[in-house]
């Protein structure tokens, strides 16, 4: 490894959540264990944070070869194996949020560590919303189930950094819902 050490883990730039599910754990819809994760959309142009990713899987699949290769007698080439990162530009086309993005899951079965723009922690859920702007830490690793194989990416911690429109909006106020003058909705 040309005496360089190689990490798995990774420390975005400046990212949009969406799909976050970072307070709560998600139920798995197989029966599987609840996870925290969060879908997270990086810009086009923050090459850094791609590059940082691609650093990220590599060293997964180095370090990760073992499991990869399972019970067969080699290990399967990387760009044949599903990686995390992907193109909202041609896999979300008709979702605004992701056009413009690179995007790709991160999850835990653990709460990650959330904490704001001065590293206080975060304590009030109405903070961690789909569409917030915020730093993430993961850590890239190989896994092979059940014969699907291929580089994931593990969930470490969370900065919240700017507000914005919430992602996925649809969700309205109850005065908004509720405020009509019109009484005649017992009758």
């Known amino acids: ?101 690179w995007f790709l899951t991160a999850r835990s079965t653990t709460k990650p560590g959330i904490v704001d723009r001065n590293l206080n922690e975060v304590i009030d859920p109405a903070e961690v919303y789909s569409g917030r702007w915020a730093r993430v830490s993961m850590t890239a690793f190989a896994y092979n189930n059940n014969g699907n194989r291929g580089i994931g990416m593990g969930l470490l911690n969370v900065q919240l950094l700017d507000d914005d429109e919430p992602l996925g909006g649809g969700r309205s106020r109850p005065q908004d819902d509720f405020g009509s003058d019109d009484e005649d909705f017992l009758a």
């Open 1 to 101: 490894m040309n005496g360089k050490s190689v990490s798995t883990k990774v420390v975005t730039g400046r990212v949009r959540l969406s799909y976050a599910h970072l307070v709560q754990p998600e139920e798995a819809m197989d029966g599987g264990a609840a996870k925290y994760s969060t879908s997270i959309l990086i810009p086009k142009d923050d090459q850094a944070t791609i590059e940082a990713i691609r650093r990220a899987v590599e060293a997964a699949y180095k370090v990760g070869e073992g499991r990869l290769r399972g019970n067969g007698r080699s290990v399967p080439p990387l760009a044949t194996l599903r990686t995390p990162l992907r193109d909202g530009d041609t896999e979300r086309p008709d979702d605004e949020a992701y056009h413009g993005c």
